[in-house]
């Protein structure tokens, strides 16, 4: 069984989001799409209208802000159509030579519909490390 593919997905997704590209990442999420973010709120957060908010019209990535982000430890499990992917982020950003690092643990669940692995449910709990 071949992984590749969700890890893929999972990357692309990603990269929607540091890239502030809204349209791509309506595509790579369900309809449904549920989110904990503990940095947001301490509430689920339903559908996918606020983080297209974020995406679009927050200075969450500024235009311009370079970006590196890296999976350390990553871990999959894979039960058919449903997938759990389990890392801690490390996220780098510059802008104008200011440097922020920022690490998270996170789960994402992606599922496979119509053929394409779609992001579902995204859990997000902090490590020892938040800031720097």
Request: some cysteine; charged content about 25%.
């Amino acid at each position: 069984m071949d992984n590749q593919e969700i890890w893929d997905a999972l990357h692309k997704h990603l990269r929607t989001i540091y890239e502030r590209d809204p349209d791509g990442y309506r595509k790579s999420v369900t309809d449904d799409l549920v989110i904990y973010e503990w940095y947001v709120t301490p509430h689920r957060q339903d559908g996918v209208g606020t983080h297209i908010f974020f995406i679009s019209e927050t200075d969450m990535f500024p235009p311009g802000a370079k970006y590196f982000y890296e999976l350390l430890e990553p871990k999959l499990q894979r039960f058919g159509e449903v997938a759990i992917a389990c890392y801690t982020l490390l996220l780098a950003t510059s802008l104008n030579g200011e440097r922020k690092v920022t690490t998270m643990n996170e789960s994402r669940v992606l599922v496979n519909v119509d053929g394409q692995w779609k992001v579902a449910h995204v859990h997000k709990s902090p490590t020892g490390n938040v800031t720097m």
